[in-house]
Antibody
Framework: QLQLQESGPGLVKPSETLSLTCTVSGGPITSYNYYWGWIRQSPGKGLEWLGS???????YRNPSLTSRVTVSRDTSKNQFSLNLSFMTAADTAVYYCARVLTGSQFDYWGQGTLVTVSS | QSALTQPASVSGSPGQSITISCTGTSSDVGGYNYVSWYKQHPGKAPKLMIYDVSKRPSGVSNRFSGSKSGNTASLTISGLQAEDEADYYCCSYVGSPTFVVFGGGTKLTVL
């Protein structure tokens, strides 16, 4: 059974860079045609896709956050990561990692991790 | 890329059917048969309910169905049950390099 688990700081100061890691167990992140994504949800708000990395290492970023978002992977650890720079209070949210199949099929999700931006 | 448009809330009585719409453009919903729907309970991760417009993952009740016409996708839940009360989100592929866009979400209340 595939499992995803987010890890990272729960509290980040304004202007700092958030670094989150998603550890995948139960299957390699290099499996053909699978993508791995980051989605966040601000308190009381909807879902927002942040970025994804493909099985081959190609990356995709939300155009509204392109300058701040970096998505990467470490195949040796079966992990993929999110870096979000210049954090502000508006970035306070639950951050989820998920597996993506063709199109928009997010079929496996992590439990989510709450990140609060505060000094 | 703008978020897809969903009604903020819908409601129905047990046993009834409801439909949630998801309106986009020819660049997203209308351009690809890659619309998915997610159910989310408070404090929980979203759960995939429909993918590729109308396909159901294994284990999802056949009371859930999806369709699309032009730039609008729809999720229909028949035989409403109390456990269906949740937030529902649509999502559409929008092509490289943007990838996907989500709807704003719809709160379903079972009366």
């Amino acid at each position: 059974q595939l499992q995803l688990q987010e890890s990272g700081p729960g509290l980040v100061k304004p202007s700092e860079t958030l670094s989150l890691t998603c550890t995948v167990s139960g299957g390699p992140i290099t499996s053909y045609n699978y993508y791995w994504g980051w989605i966040r949800q601000s308190p009381g708000k909807g879902l927002e896709w942040l970025g994804s990395v493909s099985y081959s290492g190609l990356t995709y970023r939300n155009p509204s956050l392109t300058s701040r978002v970096t998505v990467s992977r470490d195949t040796s650890k079966n992990q993929f990561s999110l870096n979000l720079s210049f954090m502000t209070a508006a970035d306070t949210a639950v951050y989820y990692c998920a597996r993506v199949l063709t199109g928009s099929q997010f079929d496996y999700w992590g439990q989510g991790t709450l990140v609060t931006v505060s000094s | 890329q703008s978020a897809l448009t969903q009604p903020a809330s819908v409601s129905g009585s047990p046993g009834q059917s409801i439909t949630i719409s998801c309106t986009g453009t020819s660049s997203d919903v209308g351009g690809y048969n890659y619309v998915s729907w997610y159910k989310q309970h408070p404090g929980k991760a979203p759960k995939l309910m429909i993918y590729d417009v109308s396909k159901r993952p294994s284990g999802v009740s056949n009371r859930f169905s999806g369709s699309k016409s032009g730039n609008t996708a729809s999720l229909t839940i028949s035989g409403l049950q109390a456990e269906d009360e949740a937030d529902y989100y649509c999502c559409s592929y929008v092509g490289s390099p943007t990838f996907v866009v989500f709807g704003g979400g719809t709160k379903l209340t079972v009366l």
